[in-house]
């Protein structure tokens, strides 16, 4: 089944403990992205990517990093996490070709509570 | 930022009667996306519609463009109670590798 996956799905951290959210995707995608979901901000770009070591800064980027060293996974790292980086956290990625490769896949998300 | 946004923000029907949605963005775009969620769940995209394009359909989806006025709107028919979610739009300013820029999505609640 083509899909997105991440994990984990749930995170109760403290503040300043190093995380990592994993995100894979099945369909050979080259496209990567990652956005946070905050109350009345609506979906927000973290980091994308577009190919393996190719990475770029989206609306959002600091206090994240990234890392995309094979196709198929995409890492959000918080090196240092904050209550204010406490949101709901979804990975997406598409293909670049043929009829679809506007279409973005999504994930299931993952909730994340910065003490 | 050519941020979508979606109006009403929040919109609530009877089953059986149509939604209408509408979305304004601010810079050329190549195409416009309609996204659908599931509350607290992963987006799904419902439907595209190019800058070329004035309308598009699928199933009890109606899409409209109107790139003069820089607006969008989503139509749904005769809505079911299943069709609850918050809805988004999204831009891409070219085709291919470019991120899409998301609105802040218009909540519809249709009750049975």
């Known amino acids: 089944e083509a899909q997105v996956t991440q994990n984990p799905r749930y995170l109760i951290t403290v503040t300043g403990k190093k995380l990592t959210v994993t995100c894979s995707q099945n369909?050979?995608?080259?496209?990567m992205s990652w956005y946070r979901q905050d109350p009345g901000l609506g979906l927000r770009q973290i980091y994308y990517?577009?190919?393996?070591?190719?990475?770029d800064k989206g609306d959002v980027p600091e206090g994240y990093k990234v890392s995309r060293k094979e196709k198929r996974n995409f890492p959000l790292i918080l090196e240092s996490p904050s209550p204010n980086q406490t949101s709901l956290y979804f990975c997406?990625?598409?293909?670049?070709?043929?009829?679809?490769?506007?279409?973005?896949?999504f994930g299931p998300g993952t909730r994340l509570l910065v003490l | 930022s050519q941020q979508g946004e979606e109006d009403p923000q929040a919109l609530s029907i009877q089953e059986g009667e149509n939604a209408t949605m509408n979305c304004s963005y601010k810079?050329?775009?190549?195409?416009l996306q309609w996204y659908r969620q599931n509350s607290g769940r992963g987006l799904v995209h419902l439907i595209l519609?190019?800058?070329?394009?004035r309308e598009k359909h699928s199933g009890r989806l109606r899409v409209t463009l109107d790139t003069s006025k820089k607006s969008s709107s989503l139509l749904i028919t005769a809505s079911r109670a299943a069709d609850t979610a918050s809805y988004f739009c999204?831009?891409?300013?070219?085709?291919?590798?470019?991120?899409?820029?998301f609105g802040k999505g218009t909540r519809l609640s249709v009750i049975a």
């Open positions: 997406a990625s598409k293909t670049t070709g043929g009829d679809f490769q506007e279409t973005q896949y």
């Open positions: 369909m050979n995608h080259e496209y």
């Open positions: 990517s577009m190919n393996v070591e190719v990475t």
């Open positions: 810079t050329s775009i190549n195409n």
């Open positions: 519609i190019r800058s070329n394009e």
């Open positions: 999204a831009t891409a300013a070219f085709s291919g590798n470019t991120p899409l820029v």
